[in-house]
């Protein structure tokens, strides 16, 4: 008979292996396939290195639940026990699903880069439909929740070792803002005017989305990562557990800005150094709440800086160094690397 031990180890694979794949919009929300799309392409990617050979090209997997209500259309067959069966021929399919991805409908292949996968779903009418696209040989993801004719969110699958420690989890996170958030050429509806420096409204909800994602595809099967998790302190914007051995992260989002918004949303007045300096220290507090409610073991203060002058915040990097709170500040441009660099002041030639 098994010990307690040996069932609470059992319990706790179970959990890290099932709950990091439960989606946590509503089951009917567009979004809430894109979570179990990521979630079975960041298992696959755990997986990749078991087999011998996997079939190259892109992949996509599609949301669309009627697609077989007339019949299944030409070119396409149903292919069992997708989402319980990986699969090492994923490269070069489209692969269109319903919201939970247990019927699934994949073409007859070939695709081998992300333009002919576009193509394809042009000519299938499915270039609003949700979906993510994938690269099996490097991991890259592209996530779309308008479909292929809308913004894309792109993402790096890396190699996560499953330990849950500071130096891990800042190489996640740099690897999506320098790949994704930095520069507008890759990831330009942050912006609602870039020229004038105004992001969107709530901008901060569409980070804590961006993070959540690409750190739910890269902890599959070794963390559970939550996103506006409940406690008696307020909401995390993200606790990330791992479950063996038991160790708990929560991390606090802020944006800095140049502008106070009214409530439909558009900039009305300034938003001054002073204002962002006590909006990032208020984050200092909640993220301190948090950690003690949540018994965790680190605390960090996410802060992505698209003010005109990235101006440094010694106030609240030295409170955070104080309350050992890991402060992390990631400058946002409204140009392209090229332009940026094209703008700085050159040095002159002359001492």
């Not at 979906?131 to 592209?142: A, E, H, I």
């Not at 909006?279 to 680190?298: F, I, L, M, P």
């Amino acid at each position: 008979m098994a010990t307690d031990t040996s069932k609470l180890e059992l319990m706790k694979e179970v959990a890290v292996t099932n709950l990091n794949s439960i989606p946590s919009a509503k089951s009917g929300d567009p979004r809430a396939f894109i979570e179990a799309a990521v979630s079975l392409i960041g298992r696959w990617w755990n997986l990749r290195s078991r087999w011998d050979t996997i079939a190259p090209g892109y992949c996509a997997l599609v949301l669309d639940h009627e697609f077989a209500a007339a019949g299944v259309p030409s070119g396409f067959s149903e292919k069992q026990l997708f989402r319980d069966a990986p699969d090492p021929n994923l490269g070069g399919h489209i692969h269109v699903s319903d919201f939970s991805l247990s019927r699934v409908f994949r073409d007859q292949g070939g695709h081998t880069d992300a333009d002919s996968i576009c193509r394809q779903l042009k000519t299938l009418n499915l270039c609003k439909a949700p979906c993510v696209l994938f690269d099996p040989k490097t991991g890259v993801m592209l996530a779309a929740e308008q479909g292929v004719s809308g913004p894309i969110i792109p993402s790096q699958l890396s190699a996560f070792d499953g330990n849950l420690t500071v130096t891990n989890i800042d190489n996640l996170i740099n690897g999506l803002y320098n790949s994704a958030l930095k520069f507008p050429e890759t990831f330009p509806h942050i912006w609602w005017k870039k020229e004038k420096f105004i992001p969107i409204f709530q901008a901060e909800k569409l980070y804590q989305g961006l993070l959540y994602i690409h750190l739910k595809g890269n902890t599959q099967g070794t963390c559970v990562v939550v996103r506006e998790d409940q406690t008696n302190a307020g909401r995390t914007d993200l606790t990330l557990t791992s479950l063996s051995p038991e160790i708990a992260f929560v991390v606090e989002m802020k944006v800095l800005k140049s502008f106070f918004y009214q409530a439909l949303g558009l900039p009305v007045k300034p938003f001054t150094k002073s204002d962002n300096e006590d909006w990032a220290d208020s984050g200092v507090g909640q993220v301190c709440d948090y950690r003690t409610a949540k018994q965790a073991k680190e605390a960090f203060l996410l802060l992505f800086d698209m003010r005109k002058k990235h101006e440094h915040l010694g106030k609240v990097s030295t409170r955070c160094q104080g309350q050992s709170v890991q402060y992390r500040k990631y400058d946002i441009f409204n140009a392209t690397a090229r332009d940026v660099r094209a703008a700085k002041p050159k040095r002159s030639k002359t001492r």
